[in-house]
């Protein structure tokens, strides 16, 4: 087989809030294992790819900026393979997310999908929300400001006036959830996939597990899990990724978040050759079929 060629395209600092470190690190490590299976990977800067498109036969990206997105878009359509997809990391901005899960019977919290200069105090009374988390529809996470906790309908009413005041336009509210926090990372196609109770370990990016606390050790179906969210990530479509689950004390969970190419800081070591083969037999059947 020729030497597969890959442009590999690190994710911009500004989308990296908290984990720059972490987020260069899964990547440079996936890099480093694809070399050594054989593999050309050069790495490019966002900036750098949106300003000369690489003409290596492969993108391998963390793209979040939204004009890298629409351009992977555009090189997927005249027949590139970019892994993750950008139409699967379009998916993951909140609205969307919100929209592809709840449409496709994933479990997730109820959600209100409103303007930020809406009046909703009645709206979140009526849902039965007590309290809520207002998130900005429109694009990935930057700031600890893109999320937050509101303890009653009027205080996220001012949160929501200050998005408007940001220059968001959208946002979802998502029913509080009481439970533990857990945080997952997948690898479509793989039988990898690790959880872990972030509280425990003090991995954090906003600082937010703290509204839920400690976990009390609710007993869940892990296997149950798995497969919800392998299946979240072909809807998604996106093949490398991870997020957050509620579990109740009964069991029951609910996805809360789900990224494209998060750091899998936890695992990386574990992580990092999945990642590499599995986007080896993405490009073995791409090849098969054209």
């Known amino acids: 087989m020729a030497e597969i060629k890959i442009a590999g395209v690190m994710r911009a600092g500004a989308y990296s809030p908290n984990h720059i470190g972490n987020d260069a690190a899964i990547f440079n490590a ?3 294992q694809l070399r050594k299976r054989g593999c050309s990977v050069t790495v490019y800067s966002e900036e750098q790819f949106r300003r000369e498109v690489p003409q290596e ?3 391998v990206n963390m793209c979040r900026e939204r004009e890298s997105i629409e351009l992977l878009q555009s090189l997927e359509e005249e027949g590139r393979l970019v892994i993750n997809s950008g139409f699967g990391i379009a998916n ?13 019977g994933i479990p997730y919290p109820d959600s209100l999908i ?3 200069d809406e009046y909703v105090v009645d709206a979140i009374r009526e849902a039965g929300f007590k309290s809520s988390w207002i998130k900005r529809g429109d694009s990935h996470s930057l700031h600890m400001e893109d999320v937050s906790y509101c303890r009653h309908p009027e205080e996220a009413q001012d949160v929501l006036k200050e998005y408007f005041y940001r220059g968001i336009k959208r946002a979802v509210i998502n029913r509080h959830l009481v439970g533990d926090l857990v945080k997952f990372y997948g690898i479509a196609g793989t039988n990898f996939f690790y959880h872990f109770y972030p509280f425990d370990v003090s991995h954090s990016k906003y600082g937010l597990e703290n509204i839920n606390g400690p976990e009390k050790g609710y007993d869940f179906d892990l296997e149950n899990l798995k497969e919800t969210c392998q299946r979240a990530a072909e809807i998604m479509g996106v093949k490398i990724y991870g997020g957050d689950v509620i579990v109740a004390t009964d069991g029951t969970f609910s996805i809360i978040d789900f990224n494209d190419w998060p750091s899998f800081a936890p695992c990386r070591g574990e992580a990092a050759p999945f990642i590499a083969k599995e986007i080896l037999q993405c490009i073995k059947k791409f090849r098969k079929s054209h």
């Open 114 to 116: 409103v303007d930020t």
């Open 57 to 59: 036969e492969y993108i």
């Open 92 to 104: 993951c901005t909140r609205e969307r997310m919100t929209r592809i899960l709840q449409g496709n």
């Open 30 to 32: 996936t890099a480093d």
